[in-house]
């Protein structure tokens, strides 16, 4: 699809505009007039309209193009380029060059979905407006520039983007032991990017372009460093993003002390680009690497499934007890990779997308509890659901879907992943199955404490949900959930043909292998 | 019939659930949002309260089960021209990710038809009591949409052509049994039974799941109807082949052997059946609904599907004939000695899908079918009547009724009449089909069917004892109505139900008297035999000796416990009151053989809680994350006394600078 438009240029940069425009405009207007100083409606708080109205032309762009894409064309689309550093001057080639396929398609309105999300769910948030949703779009701008981006520079340099906003955002507007966790956040990230720096590098200089579609792994043979040297400094830094056990524990620190829409951004979109990176990267440009390491990445994805949902359990704080169980459900990713074949990375690119929504949703719901019960602490809480049922109903959807029930989104990508996967991965399948026991377990017994029970009077007080922002963002969520649940294919299709090359190149390197070690 | 009528059938409740559900936002936000509905003019309003009023949620399910019962005995009839051999349809394709096609599709075979009339017809009647049991209640609308969705479930489930969509329905009954028995959820008990049920279940759907995944990544289908073939007509030497798929005779075992996990969680079988007792804490109506013929039916008849695969392993129908054989002896003895109505029951019906378990071991597929559609009828009846009883005197608790049959005539004749069928008493159905199973069981193994023989003679003691306390003897008074909670405000007068909860009880006993008569030319199993790959004619059975015995059994049995309870004053002056001779033995079996402590407290709670999850978390704090924070920390030390180097003094620069000048001076000068 050729729009004749660089239209993914709008969308990723976008934001950054609306960064400018919030800069320039002033913040929260309050007329100096002593006399209309405190007349109701007269506080008008430009940031967050802003910030609305660009992230959801944002999301317009991003459906635009979902649905102008065309599914009939294998490769990438809406395809942005030209030389940034050329060969002549310097020795290497870094073009900017940004474009969509079947994977990444769905991971952008993802994006775009979520940060509307973001923004609707910080609707109450005072303190430094101006500053706050700046950030959020900056956030925005860097993801949507990792999944799109066609070079490995643009791609590191969108990657550690992303830090900044996230640093201020979770120490800023944060709680609890924000200043350490945003910290831990920052170094535990900065710790796998040097590695991935390391690899790109490598990578780049021995193929003698960092153009990802120009990559070609026969060429990694005369790398300053071994292939699979290299592949391991890169999955270091995406198994720290998505997180598998044991590089995991910076993420229910920055969840438990995240503003709500942070929390949202990091566990709908920031972990997918760890999972992402996997295939776009690790798999296409080291197939026969990734041929060579599927059992050690479906050994680590069970364990982080299994372990998770373990430590789950004894979680007594809402938010951690989510941030663990994104622990077990991105251990999916890594099991449905393993798999090597187009099925299982099908399923892998599925729970990106579907956990996404699911796990956005519930930090949603737990946020717009939060704000009212000012406690994520389990043991505080019981019977809300008397006094809150819009919430209680909108909590219990969002944790059903969380341990994956049937014509819910999560059911497709985890039932996919397991029959993608046993064939070739028998022992971690089967090890990977009790997770979906244990996250029937740690969802119901955190509802059971929560929401039902007898009543308690001291949340009698409580308003139910009441506002259209907080309306849209539970409808909106429900609906992609249940749409994902009952009609998959509107975005398996596009995922398929996404991982279908990336399965194919991954395939035909293994072939190769064999036949030469059979040759031998 | 065309296709498009079974997807009528399906989603007929799941419009009522989408109104049902909509009637029950539509009353929060009310509360929420005054504004939310305005007055309208004149001749709206009216209309405008009628959709706001709770009948918004149950008429249209109500006329959704009519319609889709009147059009399900339609399928029947057409099926019984058939005699049961299965429709050609096609499947939809509902998704692809590589290799894998996910299909929904519907198989009409003659199982599936009399599924279809067995559960819109029985939720049809407990929808209609609900009316009258539920009328007041704060949830009546989400009720009735739990309700909707619970039978939709249980209608994809037996309409489904593939594993994948059956299992996808299998779960959504089990998620829709969770909200359902949690329905009172202010209750801590409610809230804990729900949860237990669906974590008890899930247990033995992982051994499905596993079974799912393992028969396709061996044969790369999985249609219901293909794996059956393969599982007819491939064995050879170790390996079953069929139309182009392959298996191995271990990996089918292990296949058949899933299946059996799933269907033992779900039909509530030992071990996995304690979730079925707690599961009473739901409204009755449920319980009815639950123990007939839905969720617990469900088990029976995914093993009734796979029926060929059962019997493609030895092991496989030997284990589930032998677990069938135990549980209905087992929970026949523990039903004895319940003191709450509806826990009676329970157990009963644990007893009792044991015996179509125990049928499909021994090869009884078409009698194991015939006794879930005759349970299904005689079990929602004795269920629905407790909730009778109830009603009017707010106690499930046995020891608070007697001599009920004076007040509520109407109850108490349809639940003698729903007993009788469960007794297996000449000719109620439940005697044809308890009957059919026993010759089954007589035919291929004798241990199992000593067993079963055993369970019927308790069967008879344990409903004669539970009738005698309900409407025999002196009433004692029934229990206040808990605060908060409607009842009925005086029940020290207990009165008959209301019209639209005895209506139900009469037309569910008739059938219970006459289905049995199904059975009469084999022509109830010449339907459901068409269901199978190689279907044949059914036959009438028919044995004076076990007809004979098991009604001798069933009388005297029955004729002891009536005579127990009545003369209870002068037994016990003998000395040999259950209380005081064998306290241990029926304390053992009050506290259910102790096997609901061993799981949930010992297994559950002490070790894995408090032991496997406490470590696995304190290593993941102390060790795994300890890690991190030293490395970092001890990072950070190392900075900051390095940073000492850089600090920006010009002297110390030109110090540092002198002494390396030195250092490096004598070092040229010494070698």
New interface residues.
């Given amino acids: 699809m050729d729009p004749g438009f660089p239209v993914l240029s709008l969308l990723i940069f976008l934001p950054l505009l609306g960064v400018l425009l919030i800069a320039l405009l002033p913040g929260k207007h309050t007329p100096t007039d002593w006399l209309v100083q405190n007349a109701p409606g007269n506080q008008v708080d430009y940031p967050k309209w802003l910030a609305l109205g660009i992230s959801l032309g944002t999301l317009l762009i991003a459906l635009v193009m979902f649905i102008l894409f065309d599914r009939s064309v294998a490769g990438f689309q809406f395809v942005d380029e030209f030389d940034w550093i050329s060969a002549e001057a310097v020795g290497f080639n870094v073009a900017y060059a940004f474009g969509v396929d079947g994977l990444s398609m769905p991971l952008v309105f993802l994006t775009a979905f979520l940060t509307v999300v973001a923004v609707l769910v910080s609707w109450r948030v005072d303190l430094r407006t101006k500053e706050y949703f700046a950030w959020l779009l900056v956030l925005e701008t860097s993801v949507l520039g990792v999944f799109t981006s066609l070079d490995l520079i643009f791609f590191f340099l969108f990657w550690e983007l992303e830090l900044i906003p996230m640093f201020l955002l979770i120490s800023i507007w944060g709680s609890g032991n924000r200043n350490y966790s945003a910290l ?1 956040f920052v ?2 990230t900065i710790f796998g990017s040097a590695f991935m720096l390391a690899g790109f590098l490598a990578l780049g200089v021995a193929a003698d372009t960092f153009d990802i579609r120009e990559i070609r792994h026969d060429a990694l043979a005369a790398a300053f460093l071994p292939a699979p040297a290299i592949f391991a400094f890169i999955l270091i830094a995406f198994a720290i993003k998505l997180p598998v ?2 590089l ?3 993420l229910p620190d920055a969840h438990t002390d995240a503003p709500t829409a942070v929390s949202v951004l990091l566990a709908g979109v920031l972990l997918k680009m760890g999972g992402y990176g996997i295939l776009r990267l690790l798999f296409t440009l080291m197939p026969d690497v990734a041929a060579d390491a599927d059992l050690a990445l479906a050994i680590i994805g069970a364990v982080s499934i299994v ?1 998770g949902a ?2 789950t ?3 007594t704080d809402l938010k951690r007890l989510i941030a663990y169980s994104s622990v077990s459900h991105m251990g999916f990713v890594l099991l449905g990779v393993s798999a090597l ?7 892998a690119a ?1 729970q990106l997308v579907t956990h996404g929504l699911i796990t956005g949703m519930l930090f949603v719901m737990v946020g717009l509890v939060y704000d009212r019960t000012h406690t994520r602490q389990i043991a505080d809480m019981r ?1 809300l ?2 006094y809150i ?2 919430l209680g ?1 909108g909590m219990v959807f969002a944790g ?1 879907a969380g341990l994956g ?3 819910l989104a999560g ?2 990508a985890e ?2 992943i ?3 996967a ?2 070739s991965q ?1 022992a971690p ?2 090890i990977a ?2 997770g ?2 244990l996250a ?2 740690y969802i ?2 955190a509802l ?1 404490r929560t ?5 308690d009077e001291k949340w009698a007080h409580l ?4 506002h259209w922002s907080e309306y849209t963002i539970i409808i909106a969520l429900t609906a992609l959930i249940v749409l994902l649940g009952v ?3 509107i975005v ?2 596009l ?2 043909m996404g991982v ?1 090359p990336i ?1 194919a190149t991954v395939e035909a390197a293994a072939a190769s292998a064999s036949s030469v070690a059979g040759g031998g | 019939m065309p296709e498009t009528i079974f997807w009528v059938i399906l989603f007929l409740p799941l419009t009522a659930f989408a109104l049902a559900g909509l009637s029950a ?1 539509n009353q ?2 009310q ?3 005054p504004a939310w509905n305005p007055r309208y003019p004149g001749a709206l309003q009216p209309l405008a309260d009628q959709l706001r009023g709770p009948r918004l949620a149950s008429t249209p399910l109500i006329i959704a089960l009519a319609v889709a019962f009147a059009l399900a005995l339609i399928n029947l009839i057409d099926s019984i021209g058939l005699r049961g051999l299965p429709l050609e349809i096609g499947a939809h394709q ?7 096609t996910v299909n929904l599709g519907v198989r009409i075979d003659g199982l599936t038809s009399v599924m279809l009339v067995v559960v819109t017809g029985v939720s049809l009647l407990v929808q209609i009591y609900s009316t009258g049991y539920m009328d007041g209640d704060h949830g009546y609308r989400r009720y009735f949409a739990f309700m909707a969705l619970f039978t939709t479930s249980m209608l994809g489930l037996v309409l489904a052509d593939n594993l ?1 969509m059956l ?3 299998w ?2 009954v089990g ?1 829709t049994s ?1 909200l359902l028995i ?1 329905f009172w ?4 008990a409610a ?2 039974a ?2 237990k049920a ?2 008890v279940t ?2 033995g759907d ?1 051994g499905m ?2 079974a ?3 028969i ?2 061996r044969t790369g289908t999985l249609e219901i109807a293909a794996i059956n073939e393969l599982a007819e007509h491939g064995a050879e030497a170790g390996m079953f082949a069929f139309n182009g798929l392959m298996i191995g005779q271990t990996a089918m075992t292990l296949f058949g052997l899933g299946l059996i996990a799933g269907a033992v969680g779900k039909s509530a079988q030992f071990p996995l059946h304690i979730w079925l007792p707690d599961a009473m804490e739901g409204p009755t109506p449920v319980s009815a609904l639950v123990h007939s013929a839905t969720m617990v039916a469900a088990g029976v008849y995914l093993l009734a599907r796979f029926f060929p695969v059962i019997h493609a392993s030895s092991t496989a129908s030997d284990l589930i004939a032998w677990i069938g054989a135990g549980t209905a002896l087992g929970a026949a003895i523990l039903a004895l000695v319940q003191v709450d109505i509806k826990r009676v029951l329970a157990y009963s019906t644990i007893s009792q899908l044991a015996y179509m378990m125990f049928a499909i071991g021994v090869g009884g597929y078409a009698a194991a079918v015939f006794h879930l559609m005759t349970h299904a009828f005689f079990k929602a009846l004795l269920f629905l009547g407790s909730g009778s009883v109830n009603h009017s005197t707010n106690t499930f608790d046995m020891r608070k009724m007697g001599g009920l049959r004076l007040a509520m005539p109407i109850t108490f004749l349809t639940f003698m009449l729903g007993t009788l069928s469960l007794a297996g008493i000449f000719p109620l159905s439940g005697f044809w089909s308890k009957d059919e199973i026993l010759i089954e069981a007589w035919d291929h193994n004798k241990g199992v069917f000593v067993l079963g023989l055993l369970a019927a003679g308790l069967t008879a003691a344990y409903m004669v004892r539970a009738i005698y306390m309900t409407f025999f003897g002196e009433y004692r008074g029934g229990e206040e109505a808990a605060p908060g909670e409607h009842g009925n405000p005086d029940p020290s007068h207990p009165h008959e139900s209301p019209r639209s909860m005895t209506t139900p009880l009469i037309i569910l006993s008739v059938i219970a008297f006459i289905s049995g008569f199904l059975t009469f030319g084999g022509e109830f199993q010449t339907w459901v035999y068409g269901a199978l790959p190689e279907p044949h004619a059914g036959k009438f059975h028919w044995s004076w000796g076990i007809f004979l015995g098991s009604t001798a059994l069933a009388l005297v049995a029955g004729g002891a416990a009536f005579m127990f309870m009545h003369h209870r004053d002068r037994v016990r002056s003998w000395g040999i009151d259950g209380s005081s001779t064998i306290p241990a033995a029926q304390r053992f079996a009050t506290n259910l053989f102790y096997l609901d402590a061993l799981g949930e407290n010992l297994l559950a709670r002490r070790l894995f ?1 408090g032991g ?3 470590v ?2 304190w290593f ?1 704090a102390a060790v ?2 300890g890690i ?1 924070n030293h490395a ?1 920390r001890g990072g950070l030390t190392v900075a900051s006394t390095a940073r000492f180097v850089q600090n920006g003094w010009v002297q110390a620069g030109a110090i540092s600078i002198g002494l390396g000048g030195m250092i490096i001076w004598i070092a040229v000068v010494l070698f």
């Avoid at chain 1, 929401?451 to 009543?455: D, E, I, L």
């Avoid at chain 2, 509902?94 to 894998?100: E, R, W």
């Fill in positions: 831990k170094l535990y056990a044991p995991h524990t910076w372990y373990v430590i359990i004894r979680q074949g187009t099925t299982g990375m099908s399923g599925m019977g659901a008397h049922p819009l109903i059903l029930l049937p014509a059911f497709v039932i996919t397991f029959l993608g046993f064939g028998t399948v089967s199955l009790l979906v026991l029937a377990a119901l017994w059971q929401f039902f029970g007898p009543k308003p139910d949900a009441n009609y998959p294919s398996m299709d995922l398929e279908a399965a | 936002l929060n936000l509360r929420q949002l509902l998704f692809t990710a590589g290799d894998l994948l299992f996808a329905f779960e959504l998620l969770y949690g959820f202010h209750r801590p809230a804990a729900a949860k669906f974590l899930r247990l992982l799941l596993a799912m995944i393992l396709y990544s809680y496997i999850a406490r696995t978390a993941d795994v994350d991190v970092w």
